[in-house]
């Protein structure tokens, strides 16, 4: 897909908010709010700060975000399928149900989920197939609801892009996507992410690729990487650096608009 126009847009995870939003000193209203202040076009609401999962709820942060002309480009929750009990992956694929609903409802295209890791004494490849089966449940049903399930690359089985693609392809349906994180990969990172790329629905932008060495991404190279592959979705900043969030999340993402718009 080389040459083919692109449009990426800018918006931010609640997540990059979590000192304060886990005190409940602020709220996902106030992170809309901050994120129209700094003129993004639109919000990744993470479902770890959800007030509740009703419906006037949910109503009411899809309406705020209308209100300033925010696209909710995802939500957001934590999953674990690699488990060798498979009543517990069940549960799980029953909570990222839940979650589809809400993220239907918010009118948003895609729910982040995470695979996990294998337990003590299962390998990899035990791991990946529970979580293929799993997420071939959730897919099912993400289709009837039109919503897209995008897997992170979160470390444990989703640590290298290799397995990315090969769960990728072996999930094989068209509700099924990656939430492509920048910064989780390692060692070659922009060769991970070119490999993981064809199948992002919705992208992480990290403060750093290596935040031991405190090392910046070079998001122009980032960019040359997604355009290639066509694609023209959201780059979300999720802050996880050091700095007080209010100060540092206005700054990081005037990075990325200028590297993405």
Not at 101 to 118: E, I, K, M
Not at 180 to 194: C, K, P, T
């Amino acid at each position: 897909m080389s040459g083919a126009i692109t449009m990426i847009k800018v918006g931010c995870a609640a997540y990059s908010y979590n000192a304060y939003l886990e005190k409940k000193e602020m709220k996902l209203e106030d992170f809309i709010e901050e994120c129209h202040r700094m003129s993004l076009d639109g919000v990744e609401l993470t479902g770890y700060y959800f007030e509740s999962m009703d419906a006037g709820y949910v109503d009411k942060l899809k309406r705020l975000a209308a209100r300033k002309g925010l696209a909710i480009s995802g939500a957001g929750m934590g999953s674990n399928f690699c488990q060798a009990d498979k009543a517990k992956r069940e549960k799980e694929v029953q909570e990222v149900k839940k979650w589809i609903d809400v993220t239907q409802r918010l009118g948003a295209p895609c729910l982040r989920v995470f695979a996990g890791q294998p337990p003590s004494g299962y390998t990899e490849e035990q791991a990946t197939e529970w979580t293929i089966g799993a997420l071939r449940a959730c897919c099912e049903y993400a289709a009837q609801r039109g919503t897209i399930v995008a897997l992170e690359n979160h470390g444990g089985i989703t640590s290298r892009a290799a397995n990315v693609v090969k769960i990728a392809k072996a999930v094989n349906s068209e509700w099924f996507g990656i939430n492509l994180d920048l910064g989780n990969y390692h060692g070659d990172i922009y060769g991970e992410m070119d490999m993981t790329a064809p199948y992002a629905v919705h992208s992480h932008a990290k403060m750093f690729e290596d935040q031991a060495a405190l090392k910046r991404l070079d998001y122009a190279r980032v960019r040359r990487i997604l355009d290639s592959h066509g694609y023209n979705g959201f780059v979300s900043l999720e802050y996880e650096g050091p700095d007080d969030s209010k100060v540092a999340v206005p700054k990081e993402t005037a990075l990325l608009l200028e590297a993405f718009r």
